[in-house]
């Protein structure tokens, strides 16, 4: 997303006109922004992630064109490429950088060790050298954490509740992510009590989901668990229509997967952290040190089924987790 369009979904997210810069009589404060997620109409995670940021600052009085500037840089995927971009944003010098991301963190770490870091969607940051501790993370990063292992074997019975007739599920994760290793061991351990025989795959890039996909659905009687990551967060409509393709039910962590077309997802609310990060950035602005503000757990967990996707694979949605889910998409 460039310049242009976050301030045009800004002023939507608003619905008030921008204050033209000849009005301008406030400081104004640079944010920048970097993530995954592109940002384009048809990304729903930049979508959803742009307008909780806009919004939740808004709310506390700071307003993009106004009294602050949001510079988002599209962090792509791929070690290398995130480092170089996170040095590109370090360089500008913006006053709080907003990350979506455990690679996105890291990468903006190794590039400044100043600039004050407001992150979610990363997955022990203690254990992972982020920070010091969740109550007193010490350095120039804090957020929100997010600690899916204890519900990962929960996704797997998600996915066997919902298509009882599979008898194996291939699990796919990204690549430089040891989170993700410790979420795959947790789905693991759930595993042998459903009857169920694991694959473990990793991805690069893009079209890794289309081999790894097609090689696993040679054999009938598969399910998909699709650990979120970068390269997923930006391709998620390649992977939903692959997994269609093969007819192959599929479980995901957020929410946002299975309001795209996605069978079945049940992990964190991520707008819901998007809001609570911008009251970090407040307080950062206000003049906190991110090292005095202790990382966060997300409180909200929802469990969303999409019925269309549902109808097309032939599949009944059991009433038990149409009782329990906070979101039925048809």
């Known amino acids: 997303m460039n310049r242009r369009d976050l301030v045009l979904l800004a002023g939507a997210a608003l619905a008030q006109p921008l204050i033209g810069r000849a009005q301008q009589t406030e400081r104004v404060r640079r944010i920048g922004y970097f993530t995954a997620a592109t940002g384009s109409p048809d990304n729903a995670f930049g979508v959803e992630q742009t307008r909780g940021l806009v919004e939740g ?5 700071w307003i993009d064109a106004r009294n602050i500037s ?3 840089h599209f962090s792509g995927t791929g070690r290398e490429h995130v480092r170089a971009r996170a040095k590109e944003l370090a360089a500008l010098a913006p006053e709080v950088i907003f990350s979506v991301g455990g690679p996105q963190l890291a990468a903006l770490l190794a590039a400044t060790q100043t600039i004050p870091i407001v992150f979610i969607r990363v997955s022990d940051p203690v254990a992972s050298g ?5 109550a007193r993370p010490g350095g120039n990063a804090t957020g929100l954490a997010v600690n899916e292992a204890p519900v990962a074997g929960k996704w797997l019975e998600l996915l066997k509740d919902i298509a009882p007739q599979i008898r194996r599920a291939l699990v796919i994760m990204g690549e430089d992510a040891r989170p ?3 979420l795959a061991a947790a789905v693991a351990k759930a595993a042998p009590s459903l009857g169920l025989t694991l694959v473990n795959a990793t991805v690069r890039e893009p079209a890794d989901y289309d081999r790894e996909i097609a090689a696993f659905a040679r054999e009938s009687g598969g399910g998909v668990v699709a650990l979120s990551n970068s390269i997923l967060a930006g391709n998620y409509e390649r992977v939903h229509a692959l997994v269609m393709q093969h007819r192959l039910p599929a479980v995901y962590s957020y929410p946002i997967y299975a309001r795209t077309g996605g069978l079945i997802s ?3 609310d991520t707008a819901a952290m998007v ?8 307080k950062v602005l206000r003049g906190a040190k991110p090292g005095d503000l202790p990382v966060q757990q997300p409180t909200r967990f929802v469990l969303a089924v999409n019925l269309k996707t549902a109808n097309a694979l032939g599949l009944t949605v059991p009433q038990s987790i149409l009782a329990r889910a906070d979101e039925v998409i048809e």
């Not at 600052?57 to 009085?61: E, F, I, K």
């Not at 982020?130 to 969740?134: E, H, N, T």
């Not at 990060?277 to 407040?282: E, K």
């Open 130 to 134: 982020f920070v010091q501790s969740l």
């Open 275 to 282: 809001r609570e990060a911008t009251r970090y950035i407040d």
């Open 180 to 182: 993700q290793e410790v």
């Open 57 to 61: 600052l808004r709310d506390m009085g």
């Open 266 to 268: 049940f992990g964190p």
């Open 70 to 72: 949001i510079e988002h």
